[in-house]
């Protein structure tokens, strides 16, 4: 199984960007998916998930402003990313817990980052 992120970027401020993670190879069913950020200097943290069952969350920080949002026909999450301010810059990751089998477990696993510069 493998996550494909793509779609960051240069912006300036104010401006919008839309990330996608797309999840390939052999599984059964994705549960939940989510983005995650990691600023130079900070630890990663949590910026959207989508559960798979209709119930998404966000950083307080990106309430208003970014929306998460799936496909789940071509098993790709998105993060649409409006108005952005210099504070979002940073390495965007993204995750899914991913069920390889109808008996097994799932496991978490992790797109590349993708970064997201947000200057003038």
């Known amino acids: 199984v493998q996550l494909q992120a793509s779609g960051g970027g240069l912006v300036q401020p104010g401006g919008s960007l839309t990330l996608s993670c797309a999840a390939s190879g052999s599984f059964f069913s994705i549960n939940s998916m989510g983005w995650y950020r990691q600023a130079p200097g900070k630890q990663r943290e949590l910026v959207a998930q989508?559960?798979?069952?209709?119930?998404?969350k966000y950083a307080d920080s990106v309430k208003g402003r970014f929306t998460i949002f799936r496909d789940n026909a071509k098993s790709t999450v998105y993060l649409q990313m409006n108005s952005l301010i210099p504070e979002d810059t940073a390495d965007y990751y993204c995750s899914a817990d991913i069920f390889r089998t109808s008996v097994s477990g799932k496991n978490t696993y992790w797109g590349q980052g993708t970064l997201v510069t947000v200057s003038s």
């Open positions: 989508d559960t798979n069952g209709g119930t998404t």
